[in-house]
């Protein structure tokens, strides 16, 4: 295992040093901008992270709702034809959005009302996240020259390109995946 660790943070490393092109020896401006976008794809990774394995989550129990069968049976129904065709709803390009899942989950009352406007607005953030390349701009649009200007990045009223920020978020949706976790493992016990 220790081999394993040495390997994968080497691999990290070169990984890194490949992509960010960090070496000190250069310009120090470039090195600086460098740095900001691997800030913000350390950002951006973990907030598509926990959006996604939470969406893969609620697909999951909306499927076994659905189905009306147990977490560990759910693979056995998804290989037939109902299976495909809810797999497909769920999980393809043309299925369901998010927005849409989160109201089928609380209509289905998988979610409750306070899960479901958490999870909005971590949908908020993973768009963001996905539809802007430099995550530390403040945001313009509808503002007047003289008022104060937003970060793209709002979580709680604060930046979340701010490390406390980040470490708050981290804090709610990391424990927020692994209860859903545990409401997974455990759903539909009664069938």
């Keep these: 295992m220790k081999r394993k660790v040495s390997r994968l943070k080497r691999e990290i490393a070169e990984i890194n040093g490949a992509f960010y092109e960090l070496s000190k020896d250069g ?3 470039q090195h600086a ?3 900001e976008r691997q800030r913000d794809d350390v ?4 907030v598509l992270q926990l959006h996604t394995s939470i969406e893969n989550l609620l697909d999951k129990m909306i499927m076994c709702h659905l189905v009306g069968v147990h977490a560990n049976k759910l693979g056995s129904v998804m290989r037939g034809a109902r299976g495909k065709a809810l797999r497909k709803l769920m999980m393809s390009a043309g299925g369901l959005g998010f927005d849409q899942k989160l109201d089928l989950a609380a209509a289905l009352k998988i979610v409750n009302g306070t899960r479901q406007k958490r999870l909005a607005i971590l949908n908020t953030l993973r768009n963001k996240c996905g539809h802007h390349w430099l995550l530390k701009e403040l945001v313009r649009k509808g503002k007047r020259p003289a008022q104060l200007k937003p970060p793209l990045l709002l979580y709680e009223r604060r ?3 701010q490390v406390a920020t980040f470490k708050d978020f981290l804090a709610e949706y990391g424990p927020l995946y692994a209860r859903m976790f545990l409401q997974y493992l455990d759903y539909r016990d009664d069938i």
Excluded: C, Q, S, V
């Design 27 to 29: 310009d120090l401006a």
């Design 33 to 35: 901008g460098m740095l």
């Design 43 to 46: 950002i951006r990774g973990a």
């Design 159 to 161: 930046d979340l390109h």
